[in-house]
């Protein structure tokens, strides 16, 4: 490989920027998509984790690389205020244990650099990381649509992914098709009748508070809380209009693969019992 430590251009053009771009976004969603290409993968999405990744290489993509810690200041900035407790303990352990500044290290954007002629120096392999990591990004951003009906009428999700027209159109706020293919708008589902952004996790405290009032259930220790965060979890924590029974078939399939006859189980009626006990 050859590299160029103080001389030559140190500054990368935006045919070489995209390229850049192009191979983290190409390289981030074969992983992103495990789920769909491997034999024995989930045919299901993982939308919240594809959240969190797409959060954690922004943190990092913002630190340098050899950042012995991460600094709270870009976490701060990168992470939206409307994000609950839950998810920033979850993208807290995907710092630590998935996504770290060495993500990409300097070797690696050497070699993307090198693989297209691009000067290799300390100021184009800082720049080249960052595009790598740029399309890290895009790829969860992307992986989250793998289940969107324009995408899979594609018939190859992976390449409709890589389509930026096709991504484009898919990222129209309720876009959807017909019959024929054109694109319309969703109306919503059968538990909502208006279209809304706001996630599950961000109604968990209200919800919780509506079930106790209208019940007159006495404290449960938050059980019932983490019920409804482990709800968001099992089931992507979408926006509240784009829930639909499917999702609570899916979380009641997830609860009872995790549970045993053993396992103690609440009743607003009787508190903690478990199965083998009724």
């Not at 251009?9 to 290409?37: M, P, V, W």
Request: aromatic share 6%.
């Amino acid at each position: 490989m050859s590299m160029e430590i103080l001389g030559g251009r140190r500054s990368l053009t935006l045919d070489e920027q995209e390229s850049l771009f192009r191979q983290g976004l190409k390289d981030e969603l074969a992983r992103a998509t495990a789920h769909i290409t491997a034999p024995i993968g989930s045919e299901e999405p993982h939308p919240l984790l594809h959240k969190m990744m797409a959060v954690a290489y922004r943190i990092v993509m913002r630190m340098p690389v050899d950042a012995a810690d991460l600094d709270q200041a870009v976490v701060d900035k990168v992470v939206p205020e409307t994000w609950s407790a839950s998810e920033k303990l979850l993208l807290d352990k995907v710092l630590r244990l998935m996504v770290s500044p060495k993500t990409v290290t300097p070797d690696e954007a050497a070699a993307a650099l090198d693989a297209i002629a691009a000067p290799a120096n300390e100021v184009t392999i800082r720049d080249a990381r960052a595009h790598l990591l740029r399309g890290y990004v895009e790829a969860h951003q992307r992986a989250e649509l793998s289940q969107h009906p324009l995408i899979e009428a594609a018939g190859d999700p992976i390449s409709a992914l890589l389509n930026d027209a096709l991504v484009l159109e898919a990222r129209r706020p309720h876009a959807a098709t017909t019959g024929n293919g054109a694109p319309t708008v969703e109306s919503g589902n059968r538990f909502f009748a208006r279209i809304t952004d706001v996630r599950f996790s961000q109604q968990i405290d209200e919800l919780v508070e509506k079930v106790f009032a209208d019940n007159e259930w006495q404290p449960d220790g938050n059980r019932t809380k983490h019920m409804f965060e482990t709800f968001a979890w099992l089931t992507g924590d979408k926006a509240m209009s784009d829930y639909e029974p499917e999702d609570i078939r899916v979380f009641s399939r997830r609860m009872a693969l995790s549970c045993s006859a053993s396992t103690p189980r609440w009743s607003s009626a009787t508190g903690w019992k478990r199965a083998s006990d009724r």
